[in-house]
């Protein structure tokens, strides 16, 4: 087999792979060998799973003309009656919307009144379940951010809290998408998000604003190998580490004013020291290089006053 057939297979394969599937809770029952063989051929729901402020499409074949078919689905004492309009001589179609009259669990088809005859379904093969509303997904929000987004139901809305404070409500697109327009906030700052559907609301996510930006060292000592603390200032509770090549010299904490002193041993003159800040959020400062001096004792000179006859450091 030629290389140029082999490319062409694979890319059929590939072809085949690509192309979308049925939903995987699609649902299709075909009435044989049972007294409603004889009037329905069979029912099709287009999702067996669906929460508050979806909709289930119902469909329906039947294998004689009529002019009206209902369904009545019930979860105990809870019972919901469909009506389907026909489509053609022998199809019907419909949609059903999950509204807070529902309650959540498993609901079964138990009768379907086809041209005013009421054929009352036993056994439970046909059903589908409300499920709770889910939980928002947000995206991660930074120091940066101009904007929270995140996904919920489609056409629905979210509830954005700061702090606990609500601060709006927004909707959702057809893809469930939501996007709050904001000005950037303080690291930790606590965002939730609450889905609304239905009057119905799903339990909150809640996420903390991440520092994204990097810490800056904007004040460090000068050190001469006499030198035994590194002194600077940097970002308010940072950590600071000193390094000598690799070798980890001292480290410490920057305090809330944000001023840091390390403790070193002494090094030779003309060796290289390194300085790292790493803030709460582990971002990192570049690296901060200095090159130890050696340091020279002040020199006295002396004079003699004539009248004191005292000693002058100049």
Do not use: C
């Not at 009037?39 to 009206?68: C, M, P, R, V």
């Amino acid at each position: 087999m030629s290389n140029k057939i082999i490319w062409i297979l694979l890319g059929m394969l590939l072809i085949l792979i690509l192309i979308p599937k049925a939903n995987a809770t699609t649902f299709k029952f075909k009435f044989n060998n049972n007294k409603f063989s004889n009037y329905i051929d069979h029912l099709n729901l287009n999702t067996t799973k669906a929460t508050f402020g979806q909709t289930i499409e119902i469909s329906i074949k039947t294998k004689k003309s009529g002019e009206g078919v209902s369904l009545t689905f019930s979860n105990g004492t809870n019972r919901k009656e469909i009506s389907l309009i026909k489509t053609s001589m022998n199809s019907f179609s419909g949609k059903m919307k999950i509204t807070s009259l529902f309650a959540k669990g498993e609901y079964r088809l138990d009768a379907i009144k086809f041209n005013h005859q009421n054929l009352v379904i036993s056994d439970n093969k046909i059903n589908f379940t409300i499920l709770d509303l889910p939980t928002p997904t947000i995206e991660q929000v930074t120091n940066q951010s101009t904007a929270i987004k995140g996904l919920f139901l489609s056409n629905s809305q979210v509830e954005v809290y700061k702090d606990s404070k609500l601060i709006n409500t927004v909707k959702t697109n057809d893809k469930g998408e939501f996007i709050e327009a904001i000005k950037p906030l303080k690291e930790f700052t606590k965002i939730s998000i609450i889905g609304v559907s239905e009057g119905l609301q799903s339990k909150p996510i809640t996420v903390s604003v991440k520092d994204s930006i990097a810490p800056s060292i904007t004040s460090l000592s000068a050190i001469s190998d006499q030198s035994l603390y590194v002194t600077g200032i940097s970002e308010p509770l940072a950590s600071v580490k000193v390094y000598m090549n690799d070798n980890l010299l001292g480290e410490s904490s920057v305090s809330s004013t944000g001023k840091f002193k390390v403790k070193i041993d002494k090094q030779k003159a003309n060796s290289i020291v390194k300085v790292i800040v790493l803030d709460q959020s582990n971002n990192q400062s570049k690296p901060f290089t200095m090159h130890v001096s050696h340091h020279t004792s002040p020199v006295l000179n002396t004079v003699k006053n004539n009248s004191t006859r005292q000693l002058i450091i100049k």
